[in-house]
């Protein structure tokens, strides 16, 4: 590269214009572009110093810095006091809870189990017009 003040000030605007995502179609586009390059070839890349300064004035840099910076301790602080919500695993009940299994030992002698168990079986049957009646039903 050429020590040239020229040749210098063409590459950052070079820079600031021949990069790949610039739509040319705006309105003043590439004259923002290059008074962009030439501002920060006259502050020699402090560009942000110099707009501040423009815009605060000279004295009141420090003090916004120190607001903004404050600001951002004070969130990290308390997203760092945040207690942290875990979720709950899903345990299953105790055993004291669970239902007995069906199989175990009944207060009915077999015969008699039997005899119920038939009739709550022929119970749940319909007949054919039954059937048919609850099928029109839940049309």
Request: hydrophobic share 30%; charged share 30%; with cysteine.
């Amino acid at each position: 590269m050429d020590t040239n003040i020229a040749e210098q000030y063409n590459s950052i605007v070079c820079k600031f214009v021949d990069e790949k995502r610039i739509n040319f179609s705006g309105k003043r586009s590439y004259l923002t572009r290059c008074e962009a390059a030439a501002v920060y070839f006259n502050t020699q890349g402090h560009y942000l110093v110099s707009y501040y300064d423009e815009l605060f004035g000279h004295g009141e840099l420090p003090s916004l810095l120190k607001r903004v910076t404050n600001r951002t301790k004070r969130k990290r602080l308390l997203r760092l006091n945040k207690p942290i919500i875990r979720k709950k695993k899903i345990v299953a009940a105790a055993e004291k809870y669970h239902v007995p299994d069906a199989q175990g030992d009944s207060d009915l002698p077999e015969e008699q189990y039997l005899l119920k168990e038939a009739e709550f079986v022929k119970h749940l049957e319909l007949t054919q017009k039954e059937i048919q009646e609850s099928e029109i039903k839940t049309r």
